[in-house]
């Protein structure tokens, strides 16, 4: 099964601060049909102003992925941890047993970032927080392992999951394929436009899939493409 979410008829906010489209129920905007897509959540496509962002705020037993498109992110936590994490970085907080942390654009300009919660498979973990850069060329016409909690997925960083969060380059023409049988998908292009199994794709529009054996993605324009696999 493959579903086509234009980024048009996403959930959306707005405020001083916050632009947000919402692919799956979050906060106040509620769709029943859109609670989860297998062990995923949550994606938010989040615009943050220049001098804002999330003031410290708690969670737990959610493993929550931060994938930087444009700007920077200034991550604190209760634990201790300060972070930068700038465009192409990626960061992982596994929320575990409770964690209370801020994420502050504290640049002079916009900062866009995906964030990706995958349900825990390990309720109460030790709570941990981590980022790294993947330079866009290791992911040129391939997909990457960005975070994982996968067998095989050694370079990503950690999840408390059977998923992995995958990330590719293409250019225009080149393609990529994946398998998911028995499994859920979810694809979101930052930029570009891909056609999948005939299905057009573009920037910020999601694609859900289920129990596919094999979807090809063509690029019709250089693409940065952004996929959640998981039980």
């Known amino acids: ?3 086509l979410r234009p980024f048009a008829r996403l959930g959306r906010f707005e405020n001083d601060w916050l632009s947000a489209r919402y692919h799956f129920s979050f906060a106040d905007y509620v769709d029943p049909l ?3 897509w297998g062990r995923l959540r949550v994606w938010n496509d989040d615009l943050i102003r220049p001098g804002t962002g999330f003031p410290p705020h ?3 037993d959610m493993e929550i992925v931060t994938y930087i498109r444009q700007g920077v992110l200034s991550h604190e936590d209760g634990m201790g941890n300060r972070g930068r994490t700038v465009a192409g970085d990626v960061q992982v907080m596994s929320a575990g047993s409770g964690i209370v942390h801020s994420e502050l654009n504290r640049e002079i300009g916009d900062a866009l970032i995906f964030q990706i919660w995958i349900q825990t498979a390990h309720r109460n973990a030790q709570p941990r927080w981590e980022n790294k850069r993947f330079p866009d060329g290791h992911r040129a016409g391939k997909w990457v392992a960005l975070a994982s909690g996968r067998p095989g997925d050694g370079e990503a960083l950690a999840i408390n999951q059977d998923a992995a969060v995958l990330g ?11 398998g998911f049988k ?4 979810y694809l979101v292009p930052a930029t570009g436009s891909v056609r999948v199994n005939g299905t057009l794709v573009e920037a910020r ?21 952004v996929l959640v696999e998981t039980v």
């Open 1 to 3: 099964m493959i579903e």
């Open 34 to 36: 859109r609670l989860n």
């Open 58 to 60: 708690g969670h737990r």
């Open 168 to 178: 590719a380059h293409l250019e225009t023409g080149q393609s990529v394929d994946y």
């Open 182 to 185: 028995g499994r859920y998908g």
């Open 205 to 225: 529009d999601g694609l859900a899939v289920v129990d596919e054996e094999r979807l090809v993605f063509e690029a019709l324009e250089p693409s940065e493409l």
